[in-house]
């Protein structure tokens, strides 16, 4: 199984600043394709959760462009440019490359 | 775009359950779609996947125990929950191909 490595496991901003989580796979996630599907999620409180950036670097629909991916390989980054009371939750990365699919084990961004 | 789940509740160990998810907005029959469950203060976990020809591949800590299934004419994703283990309770969400699209989640309780 591809293990997905998330850090750090929380972080504490104030409104305005940046934050980076960084996440490795253990195996490479490009597909036959050519194509990497690594995505990013937040979970908000009591929400379910959302789907922010596909395939490294996509913003998904709706998604304010505050959020950005980068990354290939093993090795991604999801940056929150200036951070918005809104963004609290917890961020998973996930990979859809291999079965079974798998999450990093999550990143609780919390408002200072 | 909604999904939303049903069929969760309280069950006793080795008993069964069926979830439905029930999905409009989009072309259902062209996505594929997984089970992801998430048991309680904890993170997200891939149960299941049926393609769009309804090809199934599982976890395998359910392999064997759980059916994924869908009903294209009825818009309607399912998964057969048998011989349950406490292990199992969780929130149960479907979500698409991707993760683009997720539902509200129901709730399994295994317990005596």
């Known amino acids: 199984d591809v293990v997905m490595t998330q850090t750090p496991p929380s972080l504490s901003v104030a409104i305005g600043q940046s934050v980076s989580i960084s996440c490795k796979s253990s195996?490479?996630?490009?597909?036959?394709?050519?194509?990497?599907?690594l995505h990013w999620l937040l979970q908000s409180p009591g929400r379910s959760p959302k789907r922010l950036i596909y395939q490294v670097s996509n913003l998904g629909s709706g998604v304010p462009d505050r959020f950005s991916g980068t990354g290939s390989q093993k090795d991604f980054t999801l940056k929150i440019s200036r951070v918005e009371a809104e963004d609290l939750g917890v961020y998973y990365c996930?990979?859809?490359?291999?079965?079974?699919?798998?999450f990093g084990s999550g990143t609780k961004l919390e408002i200072k | 775009v909604q999904l939303v789940e049903s069929g969760g509740g309280l069950v006793q160990p080795g008993k069964s359950l069926k979830l439905s998810c029930s999905a409009s907005g989009f072309t259902f029959s062209s996505y594929g779609m997984h089970w992801i469950r998430q048991a309680p203060g904890k993170g997200l976990d891939w149960v299941a996947y049926?393609?769009?020809?309804?090809?199934?591949v599982y976890a395998d800590a359910v392999k064997g125990r759980f059916t994924i299934s869908r009903d294209n004419a009825k818009n309607t994703l399912y998964l057969q929950l048998n011989s349950l283990k406490s292990e199992d309770t969780a929130i149960y969400y479907c979500?698409?191909?991707?993760?683009?699209?997720w539902g509200q989640g129901t709730l399994v309780t295994v317990s005596s």
């Open positions: 979500a698409s191909r991707s993760f683009a699209y």
């Open positions: 049926i393609s769009s020809s309804s090809g199934t």
């Open positions: 996930a990979q859809t490359t291999h079965f079974p699919l798998t």
């Open positions: 195996q490479s996630l490009v597909y036959s394709d050519g194509k990497t599907y």
